[in-house]
Nanobody
Framework: QVQLVESGGGLVQAGGSLRLSCAASGSIERFADMGWYRQAPGKQRELVAA???????NYADSVKGRFTISRDGAKNTVYLQMDNLKHEDTAVYYCNAHRTVVVVYTYWGQGTQVTVSS
């Protein structure tokens, strides 16, 4: 049973920073990649950032230069450092992980709300 638990969301003013954490039950080395998605009201869920087991990162154009994804294998945790937040970053942020065992398994956390006031 894989569990992903997010934390670190909240209310922040535009220009501020937040750091999201995603703690996995067990080793994150099991996952080919982990990432953060977000979903704003009335919009589709979108990829924000992802990092592979090997440390290769990928970012949505809208957050490049402002967000940083990182992973700590010793703590089984993935982080999303969000700086210079904008009102349009307001959304529920979800942690995601992929594991391949013959087929690809996808896991999601419960989500954490990020609200940026303008």
């Amino acid at each position: 049973q894989v569990q992903l638990v997010e934390s670190g969301g909240g209310l922040v003013q535009a220009g501020g920073s937040l750091r999201l954490s995603c703690a996995a039950s067990g080793s994150i080395e099991r996952f080919a990649d982990m990432g953060w998605y977000r979903q704003a009201p009335g919009k589709q869920r979108e990829l924000v950032a992802a990092v592979t087991r090997g440390g290769v990162t990928n970012y949505a154009d809208s957050v490049k230069g402002r967000f940083t994804i990182s992973r700590d294998g010793a703590k089984n945790t993935v982080y999303l450092q969000m700086d210079n937040l904008k009102h349009e970053d307001t959304a529920v942020y979800y942690c995601n992980a992929h594991r391949t065992v013959v087929v690809v398994y996808t896991y999601w956390g419960q989500g954490t709300q990020v609200t940026v006031s303008s």
